[in-house]
């Protein structure tokens, strides 16, 4: 059978990535370029830097993608882009550079949803799971709870109400005073912390399969103030305690890895299935994995996580799901537009 090769393009966030993925599983490539330490002093990602950064490499990163797949630009068939949600002036560089590929080389263009890709990562590297599933998306935009029918069938159950979990993992990092990303600090810090010193708890939602965590991020910083005026007090010292910070940031990522298993695990039940995929930057989370294997066991459920290489934001995942796609029918024209929901 002829080999699909379908190069993916992902400038959503403060990363540029190509990648080349071979009829949707098989990875040929996927390289990666960063602007983060760009934000780092700014403590969150700054659009403009962003893009501008983007319009600088893509090319550069197109061209090492191609080489490292071993394959040569006339041997792309189908050009996958993600054209939302993300940050304005980033997207508009990764569409207009697919765009000006799909043209010269007279191939098919496809617009990707970037929430979706980040279920697809699971299918990368072979591995064939069975539709259908729910699904569970972690990054530092959305939290959101799917149930997956097919690929272009995705119904939302439930979504975030306020912040993101990726983005309350930030603020906490912040207010710890440990810098940007929050998500791998907090969960390096966490690893020698007591999780049951603080009781920490997310907000409850009027329905059952949303999620709210600013309320959290608040109590942190309260929490937070309150004993740093404590600790002033006590030994004249401003800074909270290394030993109280790991408290704090285990108690945190463990009232937020409960919240998450308790409403998926409730999504599973209602949709009657035993298989449930999470996806998204936060699943890079390893105390997260292993809560969510090891609850899962005892309720009979599987889980699946992509390797963490394709947890956090990258295109072969956007080649993957635009392959998908392409086979349910889904071309788009050269009019293709940012889809910012
Ligand atoms: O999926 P992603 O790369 O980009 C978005 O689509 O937003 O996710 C980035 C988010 C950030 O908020 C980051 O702090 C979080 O994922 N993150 C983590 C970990 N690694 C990244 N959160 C918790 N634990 C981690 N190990
Ligand atoms: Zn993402």
Redesign the pocket.
């Given at each position: 059978m002829i080999k699909m090769n379908v190069l993916g393009i992902e400038t959503?966030?403060d990363?540029t990535s190509v990648a080349v993925v071979q009829d949707g599983r098989r990875v040929l490539s996927n390289t990666v370029a960063s602007s983060l330490r760009f934000h780092k002093k700014y403590g969150g990602v700054i659009p403009e830097i962003a893009s501008r950064m983007q319009l600088e490499l893509i090319a550069q990163v197109a061209e090492h993608a191609i080489q490292e797949a071993g394959i040569t630009l006339k041997k792309v068939d189908l050009v996958a882009v993600t054209s939302g949600p993300?940050l304005l002036g980033s997207l508009f560089v990764g569409i207009s550079f697919a765009k000006a590929l799909s043209l010269s080389l007279s191939r098919p263009l496809v617009g990707v949803n970037?929430?979706y890709s980040?279920i697809y990562a699971n299918f990368l590297e072979s591995r064939n799971l069975k539709l259908p599933f729910v699904a569970l998306?972690?990054?530092?935009?959305?939290t959101s709870l799917f149930y997956v029918e097919d690929f272009h069938k995705i119904l939302t159950l439930g979504q975030t109400q306020d912040d993101?979990?990726?983005?309350?993992?930030?603020k906490v990092?912040k207010i710890l005073g440990l810098g940007?990303?929050?998500?791998?600090?907090?969960?390096?810090l966490a690893q020698r912390g007591d999780s049951k010193k603080v009781k920490f708890s997310c907000s409850g939602t009027d329905r059952k399969m949303d999620f709210s965590f600013s309320g959290i991020k608040t109590a942190v910083l309260y929490y937070v103030r309150d004993n740093t005026r404590h600790i002033y007090k006590e030994c004249e010292s401003q800074t909270l305690s290394c030993e109280l910070k790991r408290d704090i940031a285990a108690s945190f990522?463990k009232a937020v890895t409960d919240v998450l298993i308790k409403k998926s695990f409730l999504a599973c039940r209602l949709k009657k299935t035993k298989t449930l995929i999470i996806?998204?930057?936060?699943?890079?989370?390893?105390?997260?994995r292993e809560k969510f294997n090891s609850a899962a066991k005892e309720a009979g459920i599987t889980c699946y996580f992509p390797s963490?290489e394709f947890?956090?934001?990258?295109a072969a995942m956007v080649a993957g799901f635009g392959y998908q796609l392409f086979r349910k029918g889904k071309v788009d024209g050269l009019d293709l537009n940012v889809e910012l929901n």
């Amino acid at each position: 059978m002829i080999k699909m090769n379908v190069l993916g393009i992902e400038t959503s966030c403060d990363e540029t990535s190509v990648a080349v993925v071979q009829d949707g599983r098989r990875v040929l490539s996927n390289t990666v370029a960063s602007s983060l330490r760009f934000h780092k002093k700014y403590g969150g990602v700054i659009p403009e830097i962003a893009s501008r950064m983007q319009l600088e490499l893509i090319a550069q990163v197109a061209e090492h993608a191609i080489q490292e797949a071993g394959i040569t630009l006339k041997k792309v068939d189908l050009v996958a882009v993600t054209s939302g949600p993300g940050l304005l002036g980033s997207l508009f560089v990764g569409i207009s550079f697919a765009k000006a590929l799909s043209l010269s080389l007279s191939r098919p263009l496809v617009g990707v949803n970037h929430v979706y890709s980040h279920i697809y990562a699971n299918f990368l590297e072979s591995r064939n799971l069975k539709l259908p599933f729910v699904a569970l998306v972690v990054s530092g935009g959305h939290t959101s709870l799917f149930y997956v029918e097919d690929f272009h069938k995705i119904l939302t159950l439930g979504q975030t109400q306020d912040d993101a979990c990726g983005e309350a993992f930030d603020k906490v990092a912040k207010i710890l005073g440990l810098g940007y990303p929050g998500g791998p600090l907090i969960e390096r810090l966490a690893q020698r912390g007591d999780s049951k010193k603080v009781k920490f708890s997310c907000s409850g939602t009027d329905r059952k399969m949303d999620f709210s965590f600013s309320g959290i991020k608040t109590a942190v910083l309260y929490y937070v103030r309150d004993n740093t005026r404590h600790i002033y007090k006590e030994c004249e010292s401003q800074t909270l305690s290394c030993e109280l910070k790991r408290d704090i940031a285990a108690s945190f990522q463990k009232a937020v890895t409960d919240v998450l298993i308790k409403k998926s695990f409730l999504a599973c039940r209602l949709k009657k299935t035993k298989t449930l995929i999470i996806g998204g930057g936060v699943a890079a989370n390893s105390y997260l994995r292993e809560k969510f294997n090891s609850a899962a066991k005892e309720a009979g459920i599987t889980c699946y996580f992509p390797s963490k290489e394709f947890c956090l934001d990258n295109a072969a995942m956007v080649a993957g799901f635009g392959y998908q796609l392409f086979r349910k029918g889904k071309v788009d024209g050269l009019d293709l537009n940012v889809e910012l929901n």
